[in-house]
């Protein structure tokens, strides 16, 4: 008879992790953070339980698009009226709000349902090298340097 493996709660306790988004691209970077939250790259990764670990990104700001990605891609928003769409391109959205695009990545590519808005939670964004963390000891995570900017490194 199979039996599927549960994971106790002692064995579901997060690590913090650090990553760094500067001149980093931001598809590439999303995938890493979220595989990180989501926990896929452990050995007790259960799809419907939260054993992902806690990410800090910081140098949002930084972050980098390849194309003309700057001034084509838009992010949307509603407000629910009539009428009450406000749209605006990256380059406008990382001057107002860096950290947003980061995070719109990184929930784009989470689960759609309670699970996705729990391990949401579990992501830090920050603009500039500063963060708030620094008594949990986050480990940083290197990410592949031919991976940023499609290989033009």
Known sequence: MNTTYTPSAAALT???Y?????DQCLGRLATT???LIRGKDKPIYTPFLDTGDVVVVINAEHVAVTGKKRSQ?????HSGRPGGMKTETFAQLQQRIPERIV???VRGMLPKNRL???LFTKLHV????NHPHAAQQ???VTLDPKANLGGQA
Request: hydrophobic letters at 30%; aromatic letters at 10%; zero cysteines.
């Open 18 to 22: 650090l990553v760094d988004a500067k």
């Open 14 to 16: 997060p690590k913090w």
């Open 126 to 129: 920050y603009t500039g090298p």
């Open 103 to 105: 995070e719109e990545a």
């Open 138 to 140: 986050p480990q940083p």
């Open 116 to 118: 996705g808005r729990q």
């Open 33 to 35: 953070v979220a595989r």
């Open 73 to 77: 891609k838009l992010y949307r928003r």
